[in-house]
């Protein structure tokens, strides 16, 4: 399987991820009526509904990992075939992270009351950001995909009181230290 297949594979991951979350009862786009590049406004009813925001780093985040991931445990695959089971990874993370029983976890532990869940467009934006960083890694040397990594999560914390990692910390295990210390943004 060359890229390019693995490619198309992906992209039909995708449609179908995309399909499947519409039937679940995610809104298509942001109910306030149109699409936006980027939303940068965290606390606000319109986050995880446009395209990018200050989750996407993250999401590149992860193509940088499953590319590492899919490297050590698929060597012998090619690239195409580890694109592919990434891109799936990603898009079951979509659908289990859009789920009733998710979303109330979030508004439980974490500070984001106002998150309803992401819209389909983007959950579909989430998965090309994360076939970014997957790409990204593929052509950096290994230093740099760290080191942007690095960039992303510093920035998100700085900025947002949040990333990747406390959001993995606050889903598995919720520290009221933590939502604290975001709220007081």
Not at 59 to 83: E, K, N, Q
């Amino acid at each position: 399987m060359t890229f390019s297949k693995g490619f198309y594979l992906s992209l039909a991951v995708t449609a179908l991820a995309a399909i499947t979350l519409f039937v679940m009862g995610r809104e298509l786009i942001c109910t306030c009526g149109y699409v936006k590049l980027w939303h940068g406004v965290v606390f606000s009813s319109e986050n995880s509904q446009h395209l990018s925001d200050w989750y996407t780093p993250s999401h590149i985040i992860h193509g940088l990992v499953f590319y590492a991931i899919t490297s050590f445990v698929l060597s012998r695959s090619a690239i195409g075939w580890r694109l592919a089971a990434a891109t799936v990874v990603e898009c079951a993370w979509e659908i289990l992270e859009n789920t009733d029983r998710v979303i109330q976890h979030y508004r439980e532990v974490t500070i984001s009351l106002d998150y309803f869940g992401d819209s389909v467009i983007n959950s579909v934006a989430d998965v090309g950001a994360m076939m970014f960083g997957f790409w990204l890694a593929s052509r950096l040397p290994v230093w740099a995909s760290i080191g942007l990594a690095v960039v992303f999560e510093t920035l998100t914390l700085w900025i947002i009181r949040d990333g990747l990692i406390l959001n993995v910390v606050m889903l598995v295990w919720p520290l009221e230290a933590i939502k604290t210390w975001q709220s007081a943004l």
